[in-house]
Each structure stands twice: as C-alpha cells, then as structure tokens.
C-alpha cells in the first residue's frame, strides 16, 4: 500500500525565515512520482512540482526548493526567505505506474504554514 | 477560463436528500478524479475515468456513491440518501495522458458539501 506522511501538522514562522516542509513516503512500487501540492485559504490545489522516482536531482525554482532522496524515502520541500503569501496548507502526494496521468493520488494530511509579517 | 470547473460550489443538503455534483474537466483531458477532502485533511481518492469508462472506483465509500462521465467529458457525483459523514469537500481533477502536462492532476476549486 502507499502511505504518505507529513508529520508537521502546523509550523508558524516570521517573514524571511526559512523554512522546511517533510514529506515522508511508503510505496513498493519501483517507479511512481512525488508532487507537492499548494492549497490556500480559497481552496484549489495548486500543482508545484512532479518528481518521478528516477530522478533524484534536487530542484530550485525561485524561493522553492525540492530535496528528494529515495534512500530515506524522503521528499522535502523548503521555502527560502518566506513571504505572508507562502501561507497555505501544503500537501506532498504519491502516485505509482509508469505512463502517469491514470494514477490516483495518495495525499498526506498536510502541513499548515503560517508566515507572520 | 481554461481551468476545471466544478457546480455547485455550495450545497447545503438535509440527511437523506439525494445531491449532484457536476465537473467540467479542462478539455481534451482523458483522465478524471474524484476525490473528497474532509476538514483539516489531505484529499482521499473516490473514483477514476478513462473517457467514459470508469476504472477505478476504489474510493467509494459506499453504494450510495455513484459516478459517471457518459460521453467522456463532464462527470457527475451522485450521492443517495446522504448522511452527515458525506460533509465535506469534494474535488474534481483532470489530467492528460500525453504531452508535457502528463501526470499532473489539475485540479478545480471543489464543492463545499454539508449535510444538516
């Protein structure tokens, strides 16, 4: 079964600090993908970023940053230098197969981001 | 807009009343997903669709869930005689299965669902 586990429930920091988001994960499949995902107090889920299993580069894009290591079965997400913005509700998720686009997703509980001016 | 959309965005329904909740996938999208999300929770898959055909309805969480997606574009989620556990917000995602996009779930803004 797949399993994905967030275990910061909350975290609450200042404008401009960094912060880090966990994502631990459990799957026996060999190839799946690791998304984060983005929901603010509006609702929608906004996709962030898509890792599929064979690639462990780590990625940057802006203030975000992504550090994926399979041998923890671990899929961070860091924000560098935090705005009021970044505040939402985030949510690593999980899907197996190897064409993609027909796996359902497994999500984690979501960890709450508050970023105070 | 160029996005999944998803009617009604609010639906207030008393125990036992029969509700529909309707999404519009960004189109040429094949796959479709439904998922619910209750509060303070990541959202839980329901169903999936392939076109029209549905292959997966693993989620469901009882017979009085029904979905469908008849002519493989809009779907809708039939929920019989709803009970005070159906409360929550049910998401609608579309997907394609080639091109750049693949594998990337788009989601709608949802249907806040609550059952009196």
């Known amino acids: 079964a797949q399993k994905v586990t967030q275990a910061q429930t909350e975290i609450s920091v200042v404008e401009k600090e960094d912060v880090t988001l966990d994502c631990v994960y459990e799957?026996?499949?060999?190839?799946?993908?690791l998304f984060w995902y983005k929901q603010p107090p509006s609702g929608e889920l906004v996709f962030l970023i898509r890792r599929n299993s064979f690639d462990e580069q780590n990625e940057i894009s802006g203030r975000y940053s992504w550090n994926f290591q399979k041998s923890t079965s671990s899929f961070n997400f860091t924000i560098t230098a935090s705005q009021v913005v970044d505040s939402a509700v985030y949510f690593c998720a999980l899907s197996g197969g190897v064409w993609g686009g027909s796996e359902k997703l497994v999500f984690g509980k979501g960890t709450k981001l508050t970023v105070n001016p | 807009g160029a996005g999944v959309s998803q009617s009604p965005r609010y639906k207030v329904a008393k125990r036992g009343q029969d509700v529909a909740l309707r999404c519009d996938p960004i189109s040429g999208h094949v796959s479709l997903f439904w998922y619910q999300q209750a509060l303070g929770q990541g959202p839980e898959f329901l169903t999936y669709f392939q076109n029209e055909a549905q292959l997966d309805k693993s989620g469901l969480p009882s017979d009085r869930f029904f979905a469908e997606r008849p002519e493989g574009s809009v779907s809708t989620l039939k929920i019989q005689r709803t009970q005070q556990e159906d409360s929550a917000v049910y998401l609608c995602a579309s997907s394609p299965t080639v091109g750049k996009d693949y594998n990337e779930q788009f989601f709608g803004p949802g249907t806040r669902l609550t059952v009196l």
């Open positions: 799957t026996r499949d060999t190839t799946y993908y």
